[in-house]
């Protein structure tokens, strides 16, 4: 595959990211996709879903997990309800994920993303474990369906993701870096902890964000669109360039509520990867 092509997270219903006509209006070529709902999940769907996105000469990269009762409403909120962390909807989501793993199969796409929560930070107890054994099923069922499974970045430090990552011990366990998530949970400078994870990178969010002028990790930063923020997207991409990426480039926009301000930030962020390609890559 080409060297960083350019990418958006999308959706077909009313999960998060853009729909495809705007993926499609935009020239852009490959997607991250949200999860579609439980219903939508029909073999029927793949197959009319896989011809609209060859009509439209779209690749998915990507499949990312949702669920229902996900909420990045404020940071305590996001902590109490996204993931496999929150262990009331443990393990029914996890048999839901195997049933996206299935249905991502049907589309021949072979990485799942997912938000796993805010992982617990003593590895002894025994929800950590069960987080580690959670997300060890879910690597197993995955490497079945010839997938692998990346995690996307943001609530953990990278130190406490890597050790995590060690506790699972799975040799289809990856990182999808988003470098925006660490401002806004107040985690830190994204490029030093890029260049910390690089080896496990495998899939990247082009999001950029400002960080609170609050409490870190208890008020959210504020996100912004690509290349206005506090990432530094032309360091970014080097940085990615550095470590030998040469995945997709996703530009993450979640600002459902505007979809006309959406479209446009999103081509303008399209715009600037193009330019940082040819500056960095030199093509
Ligand atoms: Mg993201």
């Known amino acids: 595959m080409e060297h960083w092509l350019i990418g958006v997270f999308a959706s077909i219903d009313a999960g998060l990211g853009v729909k495809l006509e705007v993926v499609r209006d935009l020239g852009i070529k490959t997607i991250q996709l949200h999860t579609p709902h439980k219903k939508k999940r029909t073999p029927e769907n793949a197959a009319a879903f896989k011809k609209q996105l060859s009509d439209y000469g779209i690749t998915i990269t990507t499949v990312f997990l949702g669920f229902e009762g996900e909420s990045y409403e404020t940071i305590e909120i996001t902590a109490k309800t996204v993931g496999f962390v929150p262990p009331s909807t443990r393990s029914a989501r996890l048999t839901e994920a195997f049933e996206i793993s299935d249905f991502a199969k049907l589309l021949d796409v072979t990485a799942i993303g997912s938000h796993i929560g805010f992982i617990p930070h003593d590895r002894n107890s025994s929800d950590y474990k069960e987080v580690v054994e959670t997300i060890r099923r879910l690597c197993d069922h995955l490497l079945k369906n010839g997938q692998t499974l990346h995690l996307e970045t943001g609530q953990e430090s990278v130190d406490s993701l ?4 060690n506790d699972v011990q799975r040799d289809n366990l990856f990182i999808n870096f988003d470098p925006a998530n660490l401002i806004l949970y107040g985690i830190g400078n994204p ?36 290349g206005t923020g506090q990432v530094n997207a032309e360091l970014f991409l080097q940085t990615l360039h550095e470590i030998g990426y040469h995945g997709a480039l996703t530009i993450e926009r979640e600002i459902p509520e505007e979809p006309q301000r959406q479209k446009e930030e999103i081509g303008q962020a399209v715009q600037l990867i193009s330019q940082l390609k040819t500056k960095i890559l030199n093509i």
């Open 162 to 165: 890597l050790a995590f990552i």
């Open 191 to 226: 490029i030093g902890a890029l260049k910390t994870v690089g080896r496990y990178v495998r899939g990247v969010h082009c999001k950029d964000a400002l960080a609170t002028t609050g409490k870190p990790g208890v008020d959210w930063g504020r996100e912004v669109p690509f």
